[in-house]
């Protein structure tokens, strides 16, 4: 199964909503480059967190605030952790 397919039925690492709005969300802070992505082009799902559509909409948002690019990276790359963890915690992903 894809790493976006697994994110049906997870709840949002953000704030816990439990809802079908959870997706993949890619990571979209200041060092998207280093992660396969560019211009119109996203980065590896790996680089990917299991967010609501409210959390994702605030997250692709504050990824515009050049005042705060690395507290925002620094949270999202926090979330795409707990994704990953969340996910070999469950036996979806080996290491």
């Keep these: 199964m894809s790493l976006r397919a697994l ?3 997870q709840r949002c690492v953000r704030c816990n909503r439990d809802d079908e ?3 993949l969300a890619h990571y979209t802070g200041a060092r998207r480059l ?4 560019g211009f119109g082009r996203k980065v590896a799902d790996l680089a990917g ?8 909409l605030e997250m692709d948002q504050l990824s515009r605030d050049k005042a705060r690019k690395w507290d925002h990276s620094e949270e999202f790359l926090h979330y ?4 990953i963890l969340r996910l070999a915690d469950q036996g979806e992903i080996k290491f």
Excluded: D, I, K, S
């Design 7 to 9: 994110a049906q039925g």
């Design 21 to 23: 709005t959870v997706v």
């Design 34 to 37: 280093a992660y396969g992505g």
């Design 49 to 56: 967190a299991h967010l609501c559509a409210r959390c994702h």
């Design 80 to 83: 795409c952790m707990l994704t």
